[in-house]
């Protein structure tokens, strides 16, 4: 009577065994193909500057410094290459996945939710978002796993039967601070968190879990102090950094943001809204997504799970109108922790075991739609090089050949992406915005016979990045 149910639960164990298998070897695909990019370049340079002098650059930057610390750990042991950097951001990508396992199986319980589960991860080892961003140096690929981490753990502390000790809350502080510290839109997801916490607690009555978790956000305020008064002794450089060219583009149109940030969700490439196919596709999987959640909502079964699923995606993703607001010309990058948010909705409703005909081929028809634009995301990414990463290798190759050891090159401020992929002979300095007339004096000190000097930018126009807003 045994053996079904071993060989069930066998069946399980390897399915989710060559979805892992799966995703780990679609992250490691070509993953020192492209070459560093500008702000890759800056990681990797605070990689190898000692912890104070990273602390410092980041006090006058908008992004705080655990993510170059970790990295600058991870490149001690491994080497700076461009591989092994890449490689830190893979393990995140990858982990993901169980993030994403767990979190279903709590939110949706153990048998009802492994189906579901297992819907998940497929959808995130595919999801052209978490596989771009887990071959960039950057900390993008470590935040979809803490607000799941985050949103699962309160879903657990708030429910009536649940009776937490004290490394539970520890346990949440401490995801709290590490995610205030690699990134500060962990600021909406920890806003939520807490509103949701409060509410339940007050409506409830439970003052001792009430009391523990107001302990908890007094401790990851006083362990966050560090961070925010440097931030507040240096808010006037933090300030200009976050509006740097705000006054110069026009506000994002709501439609084509709301296009922006949805064609992101499922391409995980900012460019590809200007494609026709994946406006086509990306609109088809937005109405076959609607229209099952709304018969999901009608559903008594389904529909507190389905309401709660497109809350703790829908809110805190509707931080990017914030961000736009204060950065018009930003990347939807910064709103990609919360994108995966959208992966739960999608597995629960693809999951559901349907008697209704009509539900089954919408079902049926949003998986495809989701299955075909994640394809062609990836498509894009590995195989057309109008999506590949700024050629500073190409640059390199050029200059390599280009410039004698008598010349000299000089980059834009923090372009260190050149530096590492450069290794010609002649120097690069980077003379800074303020300090050109400085460097021009020093050019003749470089050498005895100076013959040349190469410049670098970035490509210049009268509009954005994304080729819509316009500036004066």
Same mark, same amino acid.
């Given at each position: 009577?045994?053996?079904?149910?071993? $060989?069930?639960?066998?069946?399980?164990?390897?399915?989710?065994?060559?979805?892992l298998l799966a995703a780990f070897a679609?992250?490691?695909?070509?993953?020192?193909?492209?070459?560093?990019?500008?702000?890759?370049?800056?990681?990797?340079?605070?990689?190898?500057?000692?912890?104070?002098?990273?602390?410092?650059?980041?006090?006058?930057?908008?992004?705080? %410094?655990?993510?170059?610390?970790?990295?600058?750990?991870?490149?001690?042991?491994?080497?700076?290459?461009?591989?092994? +950097?890449?490689?830190?951001?893979?393990?995140?990508?990858?982990?993901?996945?169980?993030?994403?396992?767990?979190?279903?199986?709590?939110?949706?319980?153990?048998?009802?939710?492994?189906?579901?589960?297992?819907?998940?991860?497929?959808?995130?080892?595919?999801?052209?978002?978490?596989?771009?961003?887990?071959?960039?140096?950057?900390?993008?690929?470590?935040?979809?796993?803490?607000?799941?981490?985050?949103?699962?753990?309160?879903?657990?502390?708030?429910?009536?039967?649940?009776?937490?000790?004290?490394?539970?809350?520890?346990?949440?502080?401490?995801?709290?601070?590490?995610?205030?510290?690699?990134?500060?839109?962990?600021?909406?997801?920890?806003?939520?968190?807490?509103?949701?916490?409060?509410?339940?607690?007050?409506?409830?009555?439970?003052?001792?879990?009430?009391?523990?978790?107001?302990?908890?956000?007094?401790?990851?305020?006083?362990?966050?102090?560090?961070?925010?008064?440097?931030?507040?002794?240096?808010?006037?450089?933090?300030?200009?950094?976050?509006?740097?060219?705000?006054?110069?583009?026009?506000?994002?149109?709501?439609?084509?943001?709301?296009?922006?940030?949805?064609?992101?969700?499922?391409?995980?490439? +900012?460019?590809?809204?200007?494609?026709?196919?994946?406006?086509?596709?990306?609109?088809?999987?937005?109405?076959?997504?609607?229209?099952?959640?709304?018969? +999901?909502?009608?559903?008594?079964?389904?529909?507190?799970?389905?309401?709660?699923?497109?809350?703790?995606?829908?809110?805190?993703?509707?931080?990017?109108?914030?961000?736009?607001?204060?950065?018009?010309?930003?990347?939807?990058?910064?709103?990609?922790?919360?994108?995966?948010?959208?992966? %739960?909705?999608?597995?629960?409703?693809?999951?559901?075991?349907?008697?209704?005909?009509?539900?089954?081929?919408?079902?049926?028809?949003?998986?495809?739609?989701?299955?075909?634009?994640?394809?062609?995301?990836?498509?894009?990414?590995f195989v057309d090089p109008a999506f590949?990463?700024?050629?500073?290798r190409g640059v390199a190759r050029y200059?390599?050949?280009?410039?004698?050891?008598?010349?000299?090159?000089?980059?834009?401020?923090?372009?260190?992406?050149?530096?590492?992929?450069?290794?010609?002979?002649?120097?690069?300095?980077?003379?800074?915005?303020?300090?050109?007339?400085?460097?021009? $004096?020093?050019?003749?000190?470089?050498?005895?016979?100076?013959?040349?000097?190469?410049?670098?930018? %970035?490509?210049?126009?009268?509009?954005?990045?994304?080729?819509?807003? %316009?500036?004066?």
């Amino acid at each position: 009577m045994n053996k079904p149910s071993v $060989t069930h639960h066998a069946s399980r164990i390897t399915a989710v065994l060559v979805i892992l298998l799966a995703a780990f070897a679609l992250r490691i695909y070509l993953l020192d193909a492209q070459s560093i990019w500008w702000d890759e370049g800056i990681s990797l340079n605070l990689a190898r500057s000692p912890m104070l002098a990273i602390f410092a650059d980041r006090v006058r930057n908008i992004h705080p %410094p655990l993510y170059f610390g970790l990295l600058r750990g991870w490149t001690g042991l491994t080497g700076l290459n461009i591989f092994s +950097a890449r490689y830190l951001s893979v393990l995140a990508s990858w982990l993901q996945l169980a993030v994403m396992f767990a979190f279903m199986r709590l939110w949706l319980g153990r048998e009802r939710g492994w189906r579901m589960a297992v819907i998940a991860m497929l959808l995130v080892a595919i999801s052209p978002l978490s596989v771009i961003y887990g071959q960039e140096t950057r900390v993008y690929a470590m935040l979809p796993s803490v607000y799941l981490g985050l949103l699962g753990l309160t879903f657990w502390l708030v429910r009536p039967s649940a009776a937490p000790r004290w490394y539970h809350w520890v346990l949440l502080g401490l995801g709290e601070w590490i995610g205030l510290h690699l990134h500060y839109l962990t600021l909406f997801v920890v806003a939520f968190i807490n509103i949701w916490a409060a509410l339940v607690y007050w409506r409830g009555r439970r003052w001792g879990c009430l009391r523990d978790w107001l302990l908890v956000q007094a401790g990851v305020g006083l362990a966050s102090l560090p961070w925010f008064t440097a931030v507040l002794i240096n808010l006037t450089a933090v300030t200009n950094e976050a509006n740097a060219g705000a006054l110069l583009t026009d506000p994002v149109p709501l439609d084509f943001l709301l296009s922006q940030v949805w064609v992101f969700h499922l391409t995980g490439l +900012a460019g590809s809204l200007a494609v026709p196919l994946v406006r086509w596709l990306a609109g088809a999987t937005a109405v076959f997504l609607l229209a099952l959640w709304l018969w +999901a909502v009608k559903d008594k079964g389904m529909r507190r799970t389905a309401v709660w699923l497109a809350l703790v995606w829908l809110v805190p993703v509707s931080s990017a109108l914030f961000v736009w607001s204060v950065r018009s010309f930003s990347h939807p990058r910064y709103i990609s922790m919360y994108a995966i948010g959208l992966i %739960p909705l999608a597995a629960f409703l693809l999951g559901a075991r349907y008697t209704n005909l009509a539900r089954k081929l919408l079902a049926g028809l949003l998986a495809l739609g989701l299955t075909a634009i994640s394809l062609l995301g990836l498509w894009y990414y590995f195989v057309d090089p109008a999506f590949a990463k700024d050629d500073m290798r190409g640059v390199a190759r050029y200059l390599e050949t280009a410039a004698s050891p008598d010349d000299l090159i000089i980059a834009p401020d923090a372009g260190w992406a050149l530096e590492f992929e450069y290794s010609g002979d002649a120097p690069i300095t980077q003379p800074g915005f303020g300090d050109g007339e400085a460097v021009w $004096t020093a050019v003749p000190n470089w050498t005895d016979q100076p013959r040349r000097v190469f410049t670098l930018a %970035p490509a210049t126009g009268d509009r954005d990045w994304q080729g819509f807003l %316009p500036f004066v």
